[in-house]
Each structure stands twice: as C-alpha cells, then as structure tokens.
C-alpha cells in the first residue's frame, strides 16, 4: 500500500527516516459562463493541451439528444479526450457534438487540441456554459488506465452543455477529474 501511494505521488519514502506525507496542492479547475480547459488553468500549469483519443459517429442516446436539442438517434460525433498539466492527465472526457453541423471536427481537434480552436473553424467564436450537474464517483476501468490512477481512486463528474451566444446547443460533454489533483471552483452561470 506504501509503495502505491509513493507512486501516486501521496508519500515519499526515505531509508532511514521513514515514510512523509507530500501536500500537493490540487489545481482549480473553474467552472462558470465561460469554461475553457486552457485559461482555466492558466498561471497553475505552464503546460496545458488536450490529447484526442477517440472518435466516432454514432446515434445520440436520449440523454446526448436532450442535451443537444435533437431527435433521439440522430448521429453525432463522439470526442473522447484527455485533458493534461504539466505532463500530468487531469481530465478525461466525452464530448458529442451534431454530426452534420460539425463534420469534420474530429480532424479540427487532432490539429488543434482545442475544443474552442475547433468550433472557431465553424464560425463559432464564443460561447457559453449553459449548465452544469456535478458528481462524484469511483473511477471506472477507462478513467483508471487513462488518468494514471490506482483502484479506488475518486474522479469529479462535470455533465455539460455549451451553447452559442443566441443559446443554440452546440456540445453536450461529460467530464471526470482525478479528485486527488483537481477541485472544481464554482462561479455564477
């Protein structure tokens, strides 16, 4: 268990002098009208980008379709991607956008790394967090692997909606966080 925690970066180990504890302060990731992964963390890490993971097209579940304001199966593009700081993952992430609207912006995000870099290639140049639900939970298998986290770990679950400025859906995401590295500050939506 030591040996697990001195790899998690909890505990540091010194022969002879016995086992301390590290404080590491967590990043504040915020959370308001305008959330974006990079300024977000601007001035706490001089590293900041997002790796493509994944993508797909597939038919919105109804919650995704909720979310975006359409019919229940109508396809969408699927984004999963890691968000890093300073080399370490501190974010995992689902996002689906209409795939007829955002063809294309899969390859955008593998040339950008920016979800904001991206939506600006279709003449969106801002736009705003419409709501956010918060959650806690268990890392699951993927969350594990994908954010170099030991069984038991705790991720933060951020389920979003951006929209345009005229209040149009444009992503409906879900978002975990490694609890032991990121806390989430709250503004006014």
Known sequence: ?????VQEGVLRA???RGTFVLSRKRLSYPIGARTRFSAGLQGQASERHIVLLASSVEPASQRVA????????TNVIRLETRGEADGRPVSRAAG??????????D????QTGSITASLARFG?????????MLSARHADAADLADLDLQPGAIVLVTVAVN??????????????????RVELKLSAL
């Open 1 to 5: 268990a030591i040996a697990a925690l």
């Open 14 to 16: 010194e022969q002879g």
């Open 107 to 110: 390859a955008a995000m593998a």
């Open 96 to 105: 689906w956008f209409e795939a007829r609207r955002f063809a294309g912006i």
């Open 66 to 73: 909720e979310g975006l304001g359409l019919a229940r199966g």
């Open 124 to 132: 969106i140049d801002d736009y705003l967090r419409q709501s956010t």
């Open 163 to 180: 929209v345009t400025p005229d209040g149009q859906p444009i992503q409906f995401s879900e978002s975990r966080f490694p609890a032991e």
